[in-house]
């Protein structure tokens, strides 16, 4: 098993020094899933919410995200994120809505956290936008799907929810 890279010899947290690593090209994918009432899901597939388009502002959320993510996450490295993609995919059998986040850069460490803290942030924007009609709205599955670039190379989830 890998040692935890955030903690010094002594036991005391760190940001991880990337400053030698190779800059290689990245990419994460994640993804989440917030389910909700029959009525809720309904109103967000028709675009009717008297709030607006649901999912644009929640798209927008996650991608702005992703970009503050070393704001958010104390030892997280800020990164110049070269692509940024999010795709919600609606299932009216279950009422609800998975989203998947891709993320992309090139340099000496990874994405997983900007496509992780992207996914929760989407989902919680439709959280917020709909909870005054529905508050027993649950988010979850959230996970990395698979990455690759740098030392570690590719990674792939090997159950796929």
């Known amino acids: 098993m890998n040692k935890l890279t955030h903690f010094d010899a002594s036991g005391q947290a760190h940001m991880v020094n990337v400053g030698d690593k190779p800059n290689t090209h990245r990419i994460a994918i994640a993804t989440g899933r917030i389910t909700m009432l029959p009525e809720t899901f309904s109103m967000i597939e028709a675009g009717t919410h008297k709030k607006g388009d649901v999912l644009g502002i929640a798209r ?3 991608i702005q ?5 070393s704001d958010l996450i104390p030892l997280c490295h800020p990164l110049a994120l070269t692509h940024v993609s999010l795709e919600f995919a609606l299932n009216q059998e279950t009422s609800s809505i998975a989203c998947q986040v891709r993320v992309e850069t090139t340099g000496p460490t990874g994405v997983e956290m900007e496509a ?3 996914v929760q942030v989407a989902l919680l924007t439709i959280y917020d936008m709909a909870k005054a009609v529905d508050r027993g709205m649950v988010i979850g599955d959230v996970r990395l799907l698979e990455k ?3 030392k ?4 792939k ?3 796929p929810i």
């Open 148 to 150: 690759s670039g740098g």
């Open 65 to 69: 995200a992703s970009k503050k993510t």
């Open 157 to 159: 989830v090997v159950n």
């Open 60 to 62: 927008i959320a996650g």
């Open 116 to 118: 992780l803290t992207a």
């Open 152 to 155: 570690s190379g590719e990674w």
